[in-house]
């Protein structure tokens, strides 16, 4: 299995700023996925992130408010532009297992925004 | 597109006792199942999965879980809770072909509490 970590692990923001969240895992990988977790709720897929591509955003999603880097096979960013309450969620990056079929992932990134 | 249901948002069982947490799913063609869970505070552990082959599928920290094609369920069980058990667990499916293969759908959680 990857080991995945995530940057910063927990912050707090104010309202029209933007932060990014760094993905970093320790092992060359092909997909990486962004999710996000609202309070209480369920994870939800934000984009795929493959290298050397544009990241694919789900529907709700866009690339003006969630950009995503994907510069080589071990890393990631996910920014949260211009941030307003209802963004707080944890974020949580992810990678495919390969050949394993599991997705694996970080510890997850706790963003209040005030 | 593909869908999972956990019927439950909370399931109390007593230390010692079986516990089953429940999960339905809805994909078109043969399905990939996972269960995965989350301590506060932390990130999605992997449980177990379902992939093909026997339908009693085992996994970490005794944890088993039964997929039943017929019913389209995929219900966790363990024979003997532990306090330590008590987290949010999800179930969640890929389809085994075709667009959006990779993609993993997530039910809506459910909370386990074991009581001493």
Redesign the interface.
């Known amino acids: 299995s990857a080991v995945i970590s995530q940057k910063p692990s927990r912050d707090i923001c104010q309202r029209g700023t933007s932060l990014t969240i760094q993905c970093q895992v320790d092992s060359q990988v092909t997909m990486m996925f962004w999710y996000r977790q609202q309070p209480g709720q369920s994870l939800t897929l934000i984009a795929t992130a493959n290298q050397g591509s544009e990241a694919t955003y789900e529907s709700g999603f866009v690339i003006d408010k969630f950009p995503i880097s994907r510069p080589n096979l071990t890393f990631s960013t996910l920014t949260v532009s211009n941030m307003s309450p209802e963004d707080s969620s944890i974020y949580l990056c992810s990678v495919d297992g390969q050949d394993s079929y599991e997705q694996y992932f970080g510890p997850g990134t706790r963003l209040t925004v005030t | 597109a593909q869908s999972v249901a956990q019927p439950e948002d909370q399931v109390n069982v007593a230390e010692g006792n079986p516990l089953t947490v429940k999960c339905t799913y809805s994909v078109s063609g043969n399905p990939?199942l996972?269960w995965?869970v989350q301590y506060p505070?932390?990130?999605?552990?992997?449980l177990l999965?379902y992939?093909t082959g026997d339908n009693l599928v085992k996994g970490s920290y005794g944890f088993e879980a039964e997929f039943n094609k017929s019913q389209t369920s995929f219900h966790l069980k363990k024979p003997s809770a532990l306090v330590s058990d008590s987290a949010l667990y999800?179930c969640a499916v890929?389809p085994y072909s075709g667009a959006g293969s990779?993609?993993?759908t997530?039910?809506?959680?459910t909370k386990l509490s074991v009581i001493p």
């Open positions: 990939y996972f995965y505070n932390r990130g999605l552990q992997f999965k992939i999800f890929r990779y993609q993993l997530f039910g809506k959680g």
